[in-house]
């Protein structure tokens, strides 16, 4: 248990909707980290909040949005969803913004109908 | 241009043999660090190995080491006496901006590897 808590661990939807994928990232650490893997793909790195603020983004789609909350957490909003936008959402955390390596949560999975 | 590259889409191994999985990456940045992570058919990522850019020895971890190679930019993992459990994709990553400001982590596009009985 990587102490990451992502929510929900799988999402049904149709084409048009909007979803809100939650996060928890471990006790303690700041940095939160938003991928995207497609079918038989890498991850791609969407987004990285660190203590609340935007520190980075990837290739994140102007329908996704993303914000990390005081208490930490963090949630990515994905809208007027297309079928491409089927995948597996990876949350991961770290301690601070350079620091070792990143805890992955169990990853929550969207299908697109 | 690619940031992380792992050129073996897929490997053997034969059980008990020793297996290096390839990595390059690319970055101008003085400061990084490279992290290899396994993501078995369940689909959680494990963390594996870490090298920091300025670390002078090649990490371990148990039977995982890391040959960090910083002229050629090579980061490959070596995995010694392979196991059946081993079986699963293995992806190379990089941080970069390690100073704080702009900062990110990088995925390759993984390598599975099948270890035989």
């Known amino acids: 248990d990587s102490g990451v808590t992502q929510t929900p661990k799988h999402l049904i939807t149709a084409t048009g909707q909007r979803v809100t994928l939650r996060c928890s990232p471990r006790?303690?650490?700041?940095?939160v980290y938003w991928y995207q893997q497609s079918l038989d793909q890498g991850l791609q790195f969407l987004i990285h909040y660190y203590n609340g603020e935007e520190r980075a983004k990837g290739n994140i789609l102007e329908r996704f949005s993303a914000q990390q909350f005081p208490d930490l957490h963090s949630e990515l909003n994905l809208s007027s969803l297309e079928l491409g936008d089927s995948a597996l959402y990876f949350c991961a955390s770290s301690a601070g913004v350079d620091t070792g390596e990143l805890f992955f949560g169990e990853g929550s999975r969207l299908t697109v109908l | 241009a690619q940031k992380i590259t792992q050129t073996q889409p897929g490997m053997f191994v034969q059980e008990k043999e020793a297996v290096t999985l390839d990595c390059t990456y690319d970055?101008?940045?003085?400061?990084?660090?490279l992290f290899w992570y396994k993501q078995p058919s369940s689909g959680e990522m494990i963390f594996l190995i870490y090298?920091?850019?300025?670390?002078?020895q090649n990490a371990t971890e148990g039977r995982y080491s890391l040959n960090f190679q910083k002229a050629r930019k090579s980061a490959n993992l070596v995995i010694s006496a392979s196991q059946l459990g081993d079986s699963a994709m293995y992806f190379c990553?990089?941080?970069?901006?390690?100073?704080?400001?702009?900062?990110?982590?990088?995925f390759g596009t993984g390598t599975k590897l099948q270890v035989i009985p």
């Open positions: 990553a990089m941080r970069e901006g390690l100073r704080g400001g702009y900062q990110k982590v990088t």
């Open positions: 970055t101008s940045d003085p400061s990084y660090g």
């Open positions: 006790s303690g650490d700041l940095s």
């Open positions: 090298q920091g850019s300025y670390d002078q």
